[in-house]
């Protein structure tokens, strides 16, 4: 398996752009999850899914995020429209119970 | 509610010194505690977890109940240590979800 799969790697967009990044989690993993890395705040949970349903988006910033896991292999995270204080690292997570294995992350910079 | 602090944001050391990244939690159920490592510019990973007693790249973490406790530690840093470490606890009854320490970065000095 090539582990938890995110494109694009890098993504630099000017303020107002929609930017949707995308993850394919490990296969059989029932757990999906979304982070955002950033100096200041360290790691945050975003949102999870089970099961291709979302279970919490408590973490979700404001309503300019959403995401999506239409099937068990496809995800996505789109910011509409972004701004500069979203350019961070945002990272994809799969997990079968309890040990989360993690995407290489989509730099994300908002000009 | 599940909490993990770790309290030192900034930790460095010099090469062949011992070294404890310290992490506590609070959780009132029976827990799973994790240690995932961040190398420069990669993916987290995970390091080692409680459940399984491992020793992996000469680090080692036990699980204290009564300190409420998991720090990791090493007798022997080496410069490929340098890293950001974080403390992980999901709760056993389910749910996948983990609480993630802010993070403790490494740094081994020659």
């Known amino acids: 398996d090539a582990g938890v799969i995110q494109s694009p790697r890098h993504e630099v967009t000017e303020m107002g752009q929609e930017v949707t990044l995308r993850c394919k989690p490990i296969?059989?993993?029932?757990?999906l999850f979304w982070y955002r890395q950033t100096m200041m705040r360290g790691l945050e949970l975003l949102i999870y899914?089970?099961?291709?349903?979302?279970?919490?988006d408590s973490g979700m910033p404001e309503d300019r995020f959403s995401a999506k896991m239409p099937n068990a292999s496809f995800s996505t995270l789109k910011i509409q429209p972004s701004e500069p204080r979203d350019s961070a690292v945002y990272f994809c997570a799969s997990s079968p119970m309890d040990t989360q294995y993690f995407g290489p992350g989509t730099r994300l910079t908002v000009l | 509610a599940q909490r993990v602090t770790q309290p030192e944001k900034l930790l460095s050391v010099f090469k062949g010194a011992p070294v404890e990244l310290k992490c506590n939690y609070s959780?009132?159920?029976?827990?799973?505690l994790f240690w995932y490592v961040q190398y420069s510019r990669q993916r987290l990973q995970l390091l080692l977890r409680?459940?399984s007693r491992e020793s992996i790249k000469g680090f080692t973490a036990d699980l204290n109940k009564g300190e409420t406790s998991f720090h990791l530690k090493k007798p022997f840093a080496q410069e490929e240590d340098s890293a950001m470490y974080y403390c992980?606890?999901?709760?056993?009854?389910?749910?996948?979800?983990?609480?993630f320490g802010d993070g403790t970065t490494l740094t081994v000095k020659p």
């Open positions: 296969s059989g993993h029932d757990y």
């Open positions: 992980a606890l999901t709760c056993r009854t389910g749910a996948g979800k983990s609480t």
């Open positions: 409680h459940i």
């Open positions: 899914f089970n099961n291709n349903v979302p279970i919490d």
């Open positions: 959780y009132s159920g029976s827990p799973e």
